[in-house]
């Protein structure tokens, strides 16, 4: 379903449609997210949701269909800084990982730097006030592994946020992480779109949860539904 | 230890061996941590057919052996990437084939013999002057790669997905990471052998993981253990009159041992402490 909105497009899924072997995953997509827009995915397993998440950031590449990211075509996309994302925790990481939180959110300055450039001072100052905004600014030298899953999931926003995303897309995030934690981290990415603007990509098998928390909702099974959440209005 | 400098075959095979110590852990955190360690194994098979070309053509074998390394990582790496074998799959059929091709071409040089021995199994002796330029050169060439790439592989190593989407080519790096490792495996073999090499990238790494520090603390963990393990072995096997890669390895593994032991103790202790 074509949205109609003024806003920015942010992304673009053009009737896109991908199948693993003679399986059709999504058929003839269209989806746009515009700045600002706080889009759930709900659907359900097996359903499309991550293979449509995984189009949108080009980890797949459709069969058909074109995807855009602000306005330029994925394939010629260059501006990855702009794009967060924070994924599915249990299956994204070896709890066993050398790495400190204050490593874990300097990954997010690697892609802007480059290659060969050393990370400077100012990457420094950027992940450590990442992690004030999401509030672990306490945790820097504590290992990953260590944390609960919703304090690990506050570092990966941070990691998310420290290159200044214009959207961050969010895959399945509160899977693993206990009620409260979920209730927190619900807040956090309210205060992020609403204060910081950002815009928020969230994949949910959770329909309950973002009726609540998103602005808008597509359901996805092969193709799209899409609804307005009237009630943040 | 000053009597032991006098002899330039035990000067030569030290050099090398710090050069190798400094470069084999560097390679392998990256390895370890991707789940990737089987590939120095491998890639020490096909090292040892391409030393046995070297022998049967009388080429230098670091050469011949360099050669048959790095071409067989990028057909491991196009063959998993292409997901019509399974990894570990690739790994086995590159591992068995080479060495059947490595048997094969001995038994036209005349079957083994104390040279191709040292190359088996590591010897101080094996290193020669011009085999020393060569390691060293090869080697700072890929020091300085991993430092250039030291952040991006980090980031591939811990979420390889969200480095893709951070915009770092994650399959670029893969290729430059296994190239390393073929390089590194195939310097390392006049020193530690062809049998022990995957030894030597592994261990150091695995022994600093118990302490659970930072990243650059594991690294630079691992690096002192495989310096003290080539420094002592090396020494200890000139007196003892030892095979140089089995001591240096049994060294490795005394320190893995004594930090896994280590980290069992101190984790029980923190569970006792915090036992109500």
Redesign the interface.
Known sequence: MHNVNHKENIIECIDVSFSYGSENVIQDIYLAVHRGDYLGIAGPNGGGKTTLLKIM???LTPQSGSVKLFGTDIRNF?D??K?G?V?QKAT???V?????VF??VL??T????G??R??TKEDKTSALEALKKVEMDGFA?R?IGDLSGGQQQRVFIA?ALV?NPEVI?LDEPTTGVDEAAQKEFYALLQTLNRTYDVTLVFISHDHTALAREATEIATIHKTLTYEVNTHHD | MIELLQYSFVVRGLIAGIIIAIIAPFIGIFLV?RRYSLIADTLSHVSFAGIAIGFLFGINPIITAIIASVVSSIAIERLRISKKVYGESALSLFLSGSLAIAIVLISFYHGFNTNLTNYLFGSIVTVQQSDLFMIAGVSVVVLLLLI??Y??L??I???E?????????VRLINIILIILSALVVALSIPIIGILLISALIVIPVLT??QF???????LIIAEAVSLLSVIAGIVISFYLNLSTGGTIVLIALACFILAFFLNSFQSSSKTVRVAP
């Open positions: 950031l080009g980890l260059k990855w800084h794009i994302y994924p994204s990481f070896d066993n990982f050398p790495a400190t490593e874990v990954m997010g690697y892609g802007k730097r290659i060969g050393p990370t030298n290992l990691r290159s897309f | 941590l250039g790439f952040k991006e980090i980031y190593s811990f979420d997905d969200s480095a893709l989407v951070s915009g770092i080519p600093a993981l659970r520090k930072s990243f650059q603390a594991t």
